[in-house]
Each structure stands twice: as structure tokens, then as C-alpha cells.
């Protein structure tokens, strides 16, 4: 959700200043022809038809990064070759003043970052060609004033840039995750799932699936109140954090269920290791509480579908409730 709002965000802002500049580069064509600057003109005439083109693709476009770059590369051209062509008094200059802070818009910050140091530094270089040959004396006093101006700007904006995705990370960790046990949330569950299945696929690996229903839960929290049932849920899931490994993947999938995808291991394997350690791990801090797990797996030859896989383990785990409650 939150990724896909991030991305929004820069397609709208993409379409945005394409209608500006579009509007801008049309008006300076005309202009510019009035003023005898013929070929900057025609320039300009072709890269807002170009433009042009962008924003009506950008709507709809997978690769929105690149046609940003691909703008942005364009309108920085004819912003450094204006500068080159005309005088200092057609103030062209003033357009690189927003080269960082449309860089980190729509790139982000590594790409924006690269990008700006590109862009700023042949802007400051075909400006101070420009100032040296209309006058030498000011060259310091304006070279200075616009390239301190341009460095305050870069690092406001690469400081906010920072920041924003510093915390849109932290937000899109938290969205994944569940927040009484800190799992990862069943939303994902599919989407991690499927993935997991196509690299096992490529690689002729099993995939096993594990999922865990706790016994009469329902019975504990009406019983001892929802406070004693918040602790038992954290401390499963603590035990399973605790024995599964790094490349594993663990789910809240319901109120007291929770799955567990187990790449390139069979179910034996998994039964044999994973549950008896968490046998062990519950014993010393829950001796009392039972629950049932079903097992199923997957590959290495022949592959189930997500869904199929979800059900069969689930099916399995109230195969196991029906017939004898494993204590664990």
C-alpha cells in the first residue's frame, strides 16, 4: 500500500511539471524565434512535443523511473544550452535552482543525487563562461551567490529526501508486519509465497509449509482474559523467531494460527528439526499448551500452486486437531 502510494506520488508529480514545463519550453520556442535565436527555438519546439509524448504515456508506464531520467536529462540539456547561447540578462540561469529539487522528486536519492552533481556542475560550468565573457568583475560575486544559493538548496533537499525515505522504510516495515508478535502479516503471505515457489522451481528445491493452530484458544482468553492470551501468542512466536532460520519466512496467519515457509527443506526434515525444537523451546515456558501443526510440501520436481500448498498444510494441521491434539 505504501509502496504503491510512493509511486504514485512521483507519476503525479512526473505529470505535473511536464504540464509546466511543456507550457514553458512553448512559450520560450515562440520567443525565442521572435528574438532571433532560431535553433534554440526549433530545440525547444521538439523537446515539448516530446514531452508531450511522455505525459501522455506516463499515466499508464511500468518504467516511470526511466522516463523521468529521460526528462530530466532533457530539460537540464536545454536549460545548460540556453545558458550557453544566450546572455546573462535572459536570467536562463535561474532554472538551475530547481535541477536538485526535481533530481530527488522524481529519482529518489541515489539516482537523484547522481544526477544533480551531473546537471549542477555543466550548468555552473556554461554559466561561468557566460558570466567571465560578459564581465570579468562580477564573475566571483555571481559565481558565488549562485553557487552557494545551488549548495544550501542541494542540502536541504537531499537531507528531506533522506529523511522521507528513511521513513517510508520504517513505515513499510511495519505494514508488513504483525503488531502484537512483530511476524510478518498474512497479506504478504501469498506474495512471499508464490516467489519463494518460482525461485525453488528454477533451482529443483522443495519448499515445505508449516502451520500452526493453537488448541482451545478461545477457551484461554474467555477462561484467563485476553491479556494471558497476548502473552501465549508472544511467546509462540518468539519460539518460532527463535527456530527458524534467516532465509525462512514466518506469518501471523489468523487470531492464533500461524505459517511458516521453510525453502529448500523437505517435510521430514522440517518435522524432525524445526518442530521438535520448538517442542522443546514452548515446553519451557507454556508446559500446558497443545496445538496442532499440519506439514506440506512442495517440489522438487513437481510444483502446487500457492493456494494449493496453503490448503493442503492447513487441511493436514486440522487433520491433526480432529484425530489427537498433539501436545507439544
Not at 162 to 180: G, H, I, S, T
Request: aromatic share 14%; net charge neutral; hydrophobic share 45%.
Amino acid at each position: 500500500m505504501i509502496e504503491t502510494e510512493e509511486y504514485g506520488y512521483r507519476r503525479t508529480t512526473l505529470r505535473v511539471l511536464l504540464v509546466v514545463t511543456i507550457f514553458a519550453a512553448s512559450f520560450f520556442a515562440v520567443t525565442n524565434w521572435l528574438a532571433g535565436f532560431h535553433l534554440f527555438s526549433i530545440i525547444e519546439a521538439i523537446i515539448a512535443s516530446f514531452w508531450s509524448w511522455i505525459l501522455v504515456i506516463s499515466k499508464t508506464t511500468q518504467y516511470l523511473q526511466r522516463w523521468s531520467f529521460v526528462y530530466l536529462c532533457t530539460f537540464y540539456f536545454l536549460v545548460i544550452y540556453g545558458i550557453m547561447i544566450t546572455n546573462f540578462k535572459a536570467g536562463l540561469f535561474s532554472w538551475l535552482f530547481i535541477f536538485p529539487i526535481l533530481s530527488y522528486l522524481l529519482l529518489g536519492l541515489k539516482a537523484g543525487t547522481v544526477i544533480t552533481f551531473v546537471s549542477v556542475s555543466g550548468g555552473l560550468a556554461a554559466l561561468g563562461q557566460l558570466v567571465w565573457a560578459s564581465n570579468t568583475e562580477a564573475y566571483w560575486i555571481v559565481m558565488g551567490n549562485v553557487g552557494f544559493t545551488l549548495a544550501a538548496i542541494w542540502s536541504m533537499v537531499y537531507v528531506y529526501e533522506a529523511k522521507r525515505e528513511e521513513v517510508v522504510k520504517y513505515l513499510k516495515e511495519q505494514a508488513r508486519k504483525d503488531p502484537l508478535t512483530g511476524l510478518l502479516n498474512v497479506r504478504d503471505l501469498n506474495g512471499i509465497l508464490t516467489s519463494t515457489l518460482q525461485i525453488a522451481e528454477r533451482h529443483s528445491q522443495p519448499v515445505t509449509l508449516v502451520y500452526i493452530d493453537i488448541n482451545d484458544f478461545k477457551q484461554i482468553n474467555d477462561a484467563q482474559g485476553h491479556q494471558k492470551g497476548n502473552e501465549i501468542l508472544l511467546a509462540v512466536a518468539k519460539a518460532i523467531k527463535k527456530m527458524t532460520r534467516v532465509e525462512d519466512q514466518a506469518f501471523r496467519y489468523g487470531g492464533d494460527e500461524f505459517c511458516i515457509i521453510f525453502p529448500n527443506c523437505v517435510e521430514q526434515q522440517v518435522e524432525q528439526t524445526f518442530g521438535i525444537r520448538l517442542a522443546n523451546e514452548v515446553h519451557e515456558n507454556l508446559d500446558k499448551l497443545t496445538m496442532s501443526i499440519g506439514y506440506a510440501q512442495t517440489g522438487p520436481t513437481n510444483f502446487c500452486s500457492p493456494d494449493s500448498l496453503i490448503h493442503k498444510a492447513d487441511k493436514n494441521m486440522y487433520l491433526v486437531k480432529s484425530t489427537s491434539k498433539i501436545n507439544i
